[in-house]
């Protein structure tokens, strides 16, 4: 799905900053953005050449920031100045206008979507979902829209690479996933959301005295349908394989798991799909949350 996000006067909204923190607001807002351009096949960041015209707190104009000579600049200023022309020149630069954006947007679908990048909320162009402040909601908007427009398993698995960094994702997926996709993908979402954002940091403090408190801590913090628990019965077909750092196969039992009761329309009847994972090895993927099976109860 290729992304595409707009950069327009409303973006860049400066009313509460003097210029100092305006400009290196919008130094690190852009910066932030320049790092999504590790997938920048998948993600176009557009400029509405209006954003020129905007007033800084100090009465000059974007435009005339970045692009004169003026000798009076110096220190931090000279940096910022030099670092956003660079980074500007780099952009698409487009005219279109808001009713553009908010067609656009009514449009989105598996192969394009579209969004706008601002620096603080905006009103009655766009919901919160189609709205990037930072790295962090980029990440939530293309889970968001992944959740929407999944496509089949094997598409879903491999965007879900690309969006949860905290995990790794075991060949089986391809399969398993593919049975439940249809009707559970928000709530897959979700959970791994919440898998991959919330459960590290629980790992690193280790307070906690048992695997069962961890997985109780866990399904709390992260506001989970169910409680996360461990595999009470045979567990040898929890057994997955993975790659050590060495090369070598190692089966490892994947049985704390997260519980999809509830389908993405909350129909009333009871489900039994799962997420089982496992913490993580060391020597194993980068100590990476190995996720050896979503989809139903094994």
Request: aromatic letters at 14%.
């Amino acid at each position: 799905m290729i992304a595409n996000f707009y950069i327009i006067p409303e973006s860049l909204s400066s009313s509460s900053l003097n210029d100092e923190q305006f400009l290196s607001s919008l130094e690190n807002f852009i910066s932030e953005y320049y790092k999504i351009v590790e997938f920048k096949e998948e993600n176009k960041i557009i400029i509405q050449d209006k954003i020129y015209e905007i007033i800084l707190p100090n009465g000059k104009s974007l435009a005339e920031f970045i692009y004169s000579d003026n000798p009076n600049f110096e220190g931090k200023d000279i940096s910022i100045k030099k670092f956003l022309s660079s980074v500007f020149s780099k952009l698409v630069h487009e005219e279109f206008s808001i009713d553009d954006i908010k067609d656009r947007i009514k449009s989105n679908s598996i192969d394009s979507c579209y969004g706008i990048i601002s620096l603080s909320k905006i009103k009655d162009i766009a919901d919160e979902n189609q709205i990037i402040y930072d790295k962090n909601s980029w990440l939530n908007f293309r889970r968001y829209h992944l959740g929407l427009f999944f496509g089949d398993a094997k598409y879903f698995i491999d965007e879900c690479k690309k969006y949860y960094t905290e995990l790794f994702f075991h060949e089986n997926n391809y399969t398993s996933t593919g049975k439940i996709l249809d009707g559970f993908s928000n709530k897959i979402i979700f959970h791994l959301s919440c898998l991959n954002d919330k459960l590290p940091s629980l790992l690193i403090k280790k307070n906690y005295n048992n695997h069962t408190e961890l997985l109780t801590n866990f399904s709390i913090e992260a506001s989970l349908d169910d409680l996360a628990s461990l595999e009470g019965g045979n567990k040898d077909r929890l057994k997955f394989s993975f790659k050590n750092k060495d090369g070598k196969i190692e089966s490892i039992v994947c049985e704390p798991h997260m519980k999809l009761c509830c389908n993405d329309t909350s129909d009333g009847h009871h489900y039994y799909h799962r997420i089982y994972f496992y913490f993580g090895k060391e020597n194993v993927e980068n100590c990476k949350i190995l996720v050896g099976h979503i989809g139903e109860h094994l």
